[in-house]
């Protein structure tokens, strides 16, 4: 790591230090020294929610992630204006994980069930909407979202057109591992 980088990083972690401290409690030595990352569904649930809120509220209500069977599960409560309220349900299957070098893509095949919530006029117009191809690919087009490119049964996230990502070191590499039993497992190292 740069020292740049090495600055960098101290300040985020400084300016973001209960965060921080809140989420290394979530972390066991042993892991960490064999260079494991273990991402509980606790985490993601309660304790860094709020941050994911304040990103993604514009749309989602509310979220639930689960890590089961190698699959992650979504259970997402969303609104919109034209569309009402929505009960989203994803599951997701990593395909393909590339975390190195230039490189950040993560790739999944899905499967979805949404319902309406809304109104009878919003009812038909979900209908409708799936009509056209997936939720998914209708809510990323809606959200204009230019760093998940959804097809019918899989979507890719490019990391490198997230807004922040430039906070990650150039050199940090990860390898997706598991998710079962509650926990999202990587790998990870830093490339010399």
């Known amino acids: 790591m740069t020292d740049s980088g090495f600055k960098k990083l101290l300040g985020f972690l400084l300016q973001n230090k209960?965060?921080?401290?809140?989420?290394?409690?979530?972390?066991?030595?042993?892991?960490?020294?064999?260079?494991?990352?273990?991402?509980?569904?606790?985490?993601?649930?309660?304790?860094?929610?709020?941050?994911?809120?304040?990103?993604?509220?514009?749309?989602?209500?509310?979220?639930?992630?689960g890590f089961q069977q190698d699959s992650i599960f979504l259970d997402l409560d969303i609104h919109t204006k034209p569309l009402g309220r929505l009960k989203a349900k994803y599951m997701l299957k990593i395909i393909d994980f590339s975390f190195h070098n230039q490189n950040r893509n993560i790739t999944f095949q899905y499967w979805e069930d949404?319902?309406?919530?809304?109104?009878?006029?919003?009812?038909?117009?979900?209908?409708?909407?799936?009509?056209?191809?997936?939720?998914?690919?209708?809510?990323?087009e809606m959200a204009h979202l230019d760093f998940i490119f959804a097809e019918k049964d899989r979507f890719t996230v490019v990391i490198s057109n997230i807004k922040g990502n430039e906070r990650i070191p150039d050199r940090l590499q990860l390898e997706y591992i598991s998710s079962q039993d509650g926990i999202l497992k990587l790998k990870f190292y830093l490339e010399s």
Request: aromatic share 8%.
């Open 18 to 65: 209960k965060t921080a401290f809140s989420l290394l409690e979530n972390f066991t030595p042993t892991d960490i020294e064999r260079g494991i990352i273990s991402i509980s569904e606790p985490m993601l649930n309660r304790d860094i929610k709020m941050l994911v809120m304040d990103k993604i509220s514009t749309y989602i209500e509310d979220y639930h992630i």
């Open 114 to 140: 949404v319902k309406s919530e809304g109104n009878f006029v919003q009812n038909m117009a979900v209908k409708a909407a799936g009509m056209k191809g997936s939720y998914l690919q209708t809510g990323v």
